[in-house]
């Protein structure tokens, strides 16, 4: 089966053949670029841009990062050396990918280690539903059309 994903708007999309390695890096440029507490990345099998083209922006002397210039959503993690990994929240069906590794553990939010332990609101609670009925979602859905 194959692996599609794309950015929030559906400007770019892609597809590829199967998962490769992946892993969460707390480097502060991967945090930057994410907008997260860590960069979570997977590295695809014969990966295909099917739809648009990610723009790219040079963090290091070794890196690129591509990015959707239409809704700003961070897609690749791309190294000099050539190899590439997309996010994995770009995928339409994340939970596929297993995370094998940490990097970057020096720049780690102290408390991403808690995040376990933290309350959890379920959907179903009455403040939560109301919420979540009200929204309206202009996102592309996690298919191609």
Known sequence: ??????????????????LGEASICHCRMCQK???????????????????GERRRFQSSNKVWRGFCEACGTPLTWEHA???????????????????????????????????PRLPVHEPT??????????IVSRQHPDHDT
């Open 1 to 18: 089966m194959s692996i599609t994903g794309g950015c929030q708007c559906g400007a770019v999309r892609f597809r590829a053949d199967g």
């Open 33 to 51: 670029a994410t907008g997260g507490l860590f960069g979570p990345y997977v590295a695809l099998d014969g990966l295909v841009w099917t739809r």
């Open 81 to 115: 050396g050539g190899l590439m990994s997309v996010t994995i929240g770009a995928l339409d069906d994340p939970a596929r990918v297993r995370v094998s590794e940490q990097l970057g553990s020096a720049a780690k939010v102290p408390w991403v280690d808690d995040l």
């Open 125 to 134: 609670e009455p403040q939560a539903a109301a919420h979540l009925a009200s």
